[in-house]
């Protein structure tokens, strides 16, 4: 196991009723931005709750409202605007992973000077923000607890990853039911990313890491048993609950700290949506299975046969047979999600595969397997 500082500085509420506890944002002052999507949160009622404990405790809101899904970085510059303009102190993102990573940048934007690209260039100019809270209302990326933000200019075709200790957020209110209206496709792709961080952890090289090995292997054994039961019963509170808590723990450092290894698929994903605009998880359902495909080998056997066995419940003593059945066992649970098996099915061709690879490859060094861009290619190509 490697060395490794573990520190997760956000305060959870994890539960129905637990949206008073937005009180404790009076800590960070009384001016605050509060960060959404394209609606759900007024069609569900929450936005009203929400302004409701922030007006009842004395804070002066300020909206930026339309968060894109693949949040751009045109909507976090509009947001450091109004932190200017607004004497802002702190931002409360109600949302998805989308208005979450957004609110981060402009936290950071914030008490930047100068354009906040730099910083999803760079994290390293990230050595201030404003506090972030949150109220997570789909379960999938993590970004309620977690160090990162993703952030995208379409205009440039590019996608990128940035993470900062100073904008994880301060505390987040996770609420299962907040959940219940989430559409089955987004159900559906929030699971595959959860599943895909847990993979993306699990799939190390690092030796005695052991523990952490059998705790992705609890994550990834929850998605499959909740996941199928969460896109039947959109209101099943248990379902819900250990998907929202499962994709908390999946990229937060619990499974990963000591283990660290590059990810890859998700550096290959990053390029579909910047490319395409699809949705993020949707991308990782399609190009999981054709990554195990060519990850599998004399070598890495003996992970797929650990993943076979104690995911799927497989038998049997040769780790390549185990492993093969055990890629066979994740697309069928893609299927049962209802998730696209095909780049083709969500709109992609080979036009762009070239360009894509080779900015997967630089993001991708040091993962499980080596990738090369030609790697890359042969796995797009797989996908279609
Ligand atoms: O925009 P609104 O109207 O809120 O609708 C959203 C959006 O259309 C809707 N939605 C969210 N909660 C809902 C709901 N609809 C009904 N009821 C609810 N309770 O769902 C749609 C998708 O929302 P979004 O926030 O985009 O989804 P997600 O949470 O999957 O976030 C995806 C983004 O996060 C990035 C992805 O790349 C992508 O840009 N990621 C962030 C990570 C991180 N911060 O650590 C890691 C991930 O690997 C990922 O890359
Ligand atoms: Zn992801």
Known sequence: MNNFTYSIPTTIHFGTDQLSHLSELKNSGSKVLLVYGGGSIKRSG??????KVLTENGMQVTELSGVEPNPRIESVRRGVELCHANGIEMVLAVGGGSSIDCAKVVAAGACYDGDAWDLVLDRSKIQRALP???????????SEMDEFAVISDLQKNEKWGTGSQHIKPVMSVLN??????????QTSAGTADIMSHTLENYFTPVKGAYLQARMCEAVLKTL??????????????????????AGSLAINGLLSDGADVSWCVHPMEHELSAFYDITHGEGLAILTPC????????????RFGEYGRNVFGLTGEDDMEVGR??????????????LPATLGEV????????V?????????????????KDDIVSIYKAAL
């Not at 929450?46 to 302004?51: E, K, P, R």
């Open 291 to 302: 990554w195990m495909e060519f990850a599998l080998n004399a070598e890495t056997a003996w």
């Open 325 to 338: 059945r055990a890629i066979e066992c994740t697309r069928a649970f893609f299927k049962e999600m209802k």
């Open 46 to 51: 929450l936005y009203d709750d929400v302004m």
């Open 176 to 185: 299962p039911e907040y959940t219940f209206t989430v559409s089955p496709r």
């Open 132 to 142: 972030v809270y949150a109220v997570l209302t789909l379960s999938a990326t993590g």
């Open 224 to 245: 499959v048993h909740y996941g199928p039961i969460a896109l039947r019963e959109p209101d099943n509170y248990e379902a819900r609950a250990n998907l929202m808590w």
């Open 347 to 354: 709109g992609i061709d080979e036009t762009h595969f070239e």
């Open 356 to 372: 894509m690879a080779e900015k997967a490859a630089k993001g991708s060094v040091g993962s499980f397997v080596p990738l090369s």
